[in-house]
């Protein structure tokens, strides 16, 4: 029990170091709307994070990032540019972003964030890329080709800055992969997928290539777009900014397993358990009002519940 209240008495004094997640909802959108002009900004501030942005009014022409809620999964063609082939955020949500790598495609990390690892974020496809490779259009052709056996890729290349410097360790995520000697393996990515950027170590931004096998004359004929939402950095949360929990966890602490009870009967799609330093040590959905946390592959010791930018600790012994 000493163990306990010591470790509630850090929350409740000011600072904790720890993953902190951001989505795009605080935009709030019209339904089925995009943002692509930030306007004398230059991007997006979202939390810790800056997306750049930059439109010209005269052409109606944006490159970089832009926020959308556009649901549409159906209609090909570049004027279906801002939606997700998920038709939603990841877990449902509204909000998301969608980045036009013609432009600046970097992620800037800022304040608490920045010089700091990021754990990652999720990535899918853009309805007008994903219906593009499926069933080829005007200007890029049907991935695999007539027989199916072409192997063809499209592939986001992610890459970090650190004090100013690009880093030579790179992360690879294949939006969609049909190299496969198996033509049964092979994809086109239409789910919210989490990518894992925690081996670039300590980043000041990112950076985001799009390559593909088809390609002509006048470089990538495969749509240069791919959309992304929640991402979690390594940043500081002020005890004041952490929402009361409308959470009840018992018994705390404990040994096998902790008991999740959402009190006002909704909340969150999921929830992390972190350790003292931070690190994401098991992701998890909430489906029902209650909830339950077996704690077998965890060591004795102080640990965190994040649903959002609640904070909940407990300790297991």
């Not at 549409?72 to 949500?93: E, H, L, M, R, V």
């Not at 909340?267 to 009002?289: C, H, S, W």
């Amino acid at each position: 029990m000493k163990c306990f209240f010591t470790f509630f008495l850090v929350l409740n004094v000011g600072i904790i170091h720890a993953q902190v997640t951001w989505n795009f909802e605080e935009f709030n959108l019209p339904e089925n709307t995009y943002l692509n002009d930030a306007g004398n900004e230059g991007g997006f501030t979202n939390g810790l994070v800056f997306l750049p942005n930059y439109y010209d009014s005269e052409f109606f022409y944006w490159t970089g990032w832009a926020v959308s809620n556009v649901t549409d999964k159906t209609t090909p063609g570049f004027g279906n540019q801002y939606s997700a082939i998920t038709g939603s955020g990841y877990n449902g949500s509204k909000h998301y972003v969608v980045n036009s790598a013609f432009g600046n495609n970097n992620m800037v990390l800022r304040n608490e964030a920045a010089g700091k690892p990021i754990s990652g974020m999720y990535i899918t496809n853009s309805t007008y890329a994903y219906l593009s490779m499926k069933d080829g259009d005007g200007f890029a052709k049907k991935f695999g080709g007539v027989s199916g056996n072409d192997p063809d890729y499209f592939l986001v290349t992610i890459k970090a800055y650190s004090e100013g410097n690009i880093k030579s360790d790179s992360v690879n995520f294949y939006l969609a992969d049909y190299r496969f000697s198996d033509n049964n393996q092979d994809y086109i990515v239409n789910t919210w997928e989490w990518v894992d950027l925690s081996s670039l170590g300590n980043v000041d931004s990112l950076s985001f290539a799009l390559s593909s096998s088809d390609t002509g004359q006048f470089g990538m004929n495969t749509p240069a777009y791919f959309c992304a939402d929640y991402m979690v950095t390594s940043g500081t949360v002020n005890n004041n900014d952490i929402d009361v929990p409308k959470v009840l966890v018992f018994p705390n602490p404990a040994r096998d397993y902790i008991n999740i009870n959402l009190q006002n009967g909704e909340g969150p799609g999921f929830y992390q358990v972190l350790d003292g330093a931070g690190n994401i040590l098991m992701t998890k959905e909430i489906r029902y009002v209650t909830d339950k946390i077996y704690l077998d592959n965890l060591q004795n010791g102080q640990y965190f519940i994040q649903m959002e930018k609640t904070l909940i600790p407990f300790v297991k012994f």
